[in-house]
């Protein structure tokens, strides 16, 4: 049974300092997603990580993957007010991508950033 | 207008009765699914489905059910047999060469 782990769960911080969330999977597995939740909200898709050693960055978030120690850490440079929310990882549970069976998610890191 | 709408977005169900939550989309994607969220917990998916008349069970399928007569058309019942189902219910849909998931806005079911 695959497991998604993330930490921690919560996370509470000044703007202007930067912080890592880990996820750390139990099963072999190449293709790695990180999504954002709002409040009340939907999730919408942050990175999606295909290889070992992939790297994406978008703003002040950099997302990595390191697929042999079954790790993914998302990065949060310099954090703004407005990069609060929820942030999940997910995993392929059968690993044909698209997620096309489904995706196992963690339970998510509820990130505050306060002024 | 392309995307995922799920309706309606807040939903009461009494105990013992069955309820059905839409999901529709027009982006032309194979696959669909269904997740279910409690409050403080990641995602766990239902039920999905690659092609029309077709799906398949998730990791927790027991108490629902869903069919999928038409690509852009996916909906899921929650039935009696369900014991909990008060949780926020998100769709969402996913193209093959596409490494994504797309979710819809959600349905937040309570039981009264």
Redesign the interface.
């Known amino acids: 049974e695959l497991k998604?782990e993330q930490n921690p769960l919560f996370l509470s911080m000044q703007e202007g300092k930067n912080y890592t969330i880990y996820c750390n999977y139990s099963t072999t597995s190449d293709?790695l997603?990180w999504?954002r939740q709002d409040p009340g909200?939907?999730?919408?898709?942050l990175f999606?990580l295909?290889s070992n050693g992939a790297v994406k960055q978008e703003g002040r978030l950099m997302a990595s993957l390191d697929t042999k120690a079954r790790l993914s850490t998302l990065h949060i440079t310099a954090a703004v007010h407005d990069l609060s929310a929820t942030y999940?990882c997910?995993v392929d549970?059968l690993y044909s991508?698209?997620?096309?069976?489904?995706?196992?998610?963690?339970?998510?890191t509820?990130l505050i950033i306060q002024p | 207008d392309g995307g995922i709408t799920q309706s309606p977005k807040y939903l009461f169900r009494k105990e013992g009765q069955n309820v059905t939550l839409s999901c529709e989309q027009n982006l032309n994607h194979d696959?669909m699914?269904w997740?279910r969220q409690d409050p403080?917990?990641?995602?766990?998916?239902i039920y999905?489905s690659?092609i029309v008349n077709d799906f398949?069970k998730?990791d927790i399928a027991e108490g629902y059910s869903v069919s999928r007569e038409k690509k852009e058309s996916f909906p899921l019942t929650v039935t009696s047999a369900q014991k909990n189902p008060t949780a926020f219910y998100?769709c969402a849909t996913?193209?093959?060469?596409?490494?994504?998931?797309?979710?819809?806005?959600?349905t937040r079911l309570t039981v009264l």
Request: hydrophobic share 35%.
């Open positions: 998604v293709r997603y999504y909200k939907s999730l919408e898709s999606v295909l999940f997910a549970i991508g698209g997620g096309a069976d489904g995706l196992t998610f963690g339970k998510g509820h | 696959a699914y997740y403080g917990q990641g995602l766990r998916l999905y690659q398949q998730g998100l996913g193209l093959a060469g596409v490494d994504t998931q797309y979710f819809g806005p959600g």
